[in-house]
């Protein structure tokens, strides 16, 4: 065989671009390897060299308890309880409905709403944190700029940012960008959640599972406002957080949770037609 007609057969000759291709890939890959298990092992020496020195820090920094440490006082157990028990809570707590159509009057008196603020601050926290603040809104120029700041948003998120699962999921319940609770309800409570707190003495505070501890309070708040004959609604307002913070001038370690509107349902108030799981659907028992 020929010299030509051997180069004209070669696989290698052939098909030199995509071997030449593959050798580049690999000698890359490889290269990429090292340096990563380089940069790894760099990392872990640094790594190792700031728990080094934190450990180091650490015996010089004199830690304290945010809490006054004091004596445990005794506790003999529930002291208030509801006259029918749990059956009479659940019946109570199944009555709720998320309400989006208020009256404008009557207004609730405030120091109800207080109470039920004071309900939700008593709920747990991490290392007793209490990472909450309830902005109670009553000026109707703050609920119109509140108002004004949701629905451009919400414009916007259902129209661009929300996915077409997620509108096609909300129709039943009807609702779109347009919110005139926001204006027509006698009260809007902010919750924010405070990423950090400061200490009496300036010092930073952590704040121990501050969304988790903020959660269970607005659960015991719609407990409570339900308790007292009142109507609400859980919005989370989406892209809005930042402005409404600006707009209520709250610090910056304050994260807006949720919205509630709050007040009496209108006289012309509908709700979907919603059934809720039934008992052996949500509990395994062991």
């Known amino acids: 065989m020929e010299l030509d007609e051997i180069l004209e057969t070669s696989v290698f000759l052939k098909y030199w671009n995509v071997v030449l291709t593959i050798a580049l890939i690999?000698?890359?890959?490889?290269?990429?390897w090292n340096r990563k298990g380089h940069k790894q092992i760099e990392r872990e020496d640094e790594d190792n060299e700031i728990l080094a020195d934190s450990s180091s820090k650490a015996e010089e920094i004199d830690y304290a308890p945010a809490l006054e440490e004091k004596e445990h006082i005794a506790y003999k157990g529930v002291a208030e309880t509801l006259s029918g028990g749990a059956k009479q809570f659940y019946k109570m707590m199944n009555d709720r409905r998320s309400v989006r159509s208020y009256r404008r009057e009557p207004i609730p008196p405030i120091d109800v709403i207080e109470n039920c603020i004071r309900a939700a601050g008593t709920s747990p926290s991490g290392a007793h944190t209490e990472p909450w603040t309830f902005c109670v809104i009553t000026d109707m120029e703050i609920k119109q700029s509140i108002r004004d700041i949701i629905e451009s948003e919400e414009e916007l998120n259902y129209?661009?940012?929300?996915?077409k699962q997620w509108t096609?999921?909300?129709?039943?319940?009807?609702?779109?960008?347009v919110k005139p609770y926001l204006t027509d309800a006698p009260y809007?409570?902010?919750?924010?959640?405070?990423t950090y707190g400061v200490t009496k003495q300036g010092k930073r505070k952590?704040?121990?599972y501050n969304e988790i501890s903020v959660s269970i309070a607005v659960g015991i708040l719609l407990c409570a406002l339900q308790a007292a004959g009142l109507s609400s609604l859980v919005t989370t307002p989406l892209n809005c957080g930042p402005a409404l913070r600006a707009l209520l001038n709250r610090p910056v370690n304050e994260k807006l949770l949720v919205l509630l509107?709050?007040?009496?349902?209108?006289?012309?108030?509908k709700v979907p037609d919603l059934e809720r799981k039934q008992l052996d659907d949500i509990i395994v028992r062991y």
């Open 159 to 163: 129209a661009q940012r929300m996915h």
């Open 168 to 177: 096609t999921d909300l129709r039943p319940l009807k609702t779109n960008h």
């Open 261 to 269: 509107p709050v007040g009496y349902p209108a006289e012309n108030c």
């Open 26 to 32: 690999g000698i890359l890959s490889k290269w990429l």
């Open 188 to 194: 809007l409570i902010l919750v924010f959640k405070q």
């Open 206 to 208: 952590q704040h121990y």
